[in-house]
Nanobody
Framework: QVQLVESGGGLVQPGGSLRLSCAAS????????MRWYRQAPGKERELVAS?????YYVDSLKGRFTISRDNAKNMVYLEMKSVKPEHTAVYYC??????????WGQGTQVTVSY
């Protein structure tokens, strides 16, 4: 069965960097688009970035976050640089978008604060 396991979250100071990882299993990883979403307190879950043969970023995060993948290891990453308090959220790895046949990891908390 599909499994997505995020790691790498934690407390980071404003201006710092963090790399989130997602270990995927149970499907043909290299053939699928992978996504990162986030959900901040009191807000709806939103798409952050996606990667297939190309990458997509939400406009507000272009140049600050970088999504990448390692098909040999079935891993997808989200590199976060120059983070701000407003980047505080639970970050989720996703397969399948928000459709019926979608899968989510358990999420990893990122807190940007002094």
């Amino acid at each position: 069965q599909v499994q997505l396991v995020e790691s790498g979250g934690g407390l980071v100071q404003p201006g710092g960097s963090l790399r989130l990882s997602c270990a995927a299993s149970g499907f043909t990883f290299s053939a699928r688009i992978m996504r990162w979403y986030r959900q901040a307190p009191g807000k709806e879950r939103e798409l952050v970035a996606s990667i297939g043969s190309s990458t997509y970023y939400v406009d507000s995060l272009k140049g600050r976050f970088t999504i990448s993948r390692d098909n040999a290891k079935n891993m997808v990453y989200l590199e976060m640089k120059s983070v701000k308090p407003e980047h505080t959220a639970v970050y989720y790895c996703n397969l399948g978008g928000t459709g019926v046949d979608s899968y989510w990891g358990q999420g990893t908390q990122v807190t940007v604060s002094y």
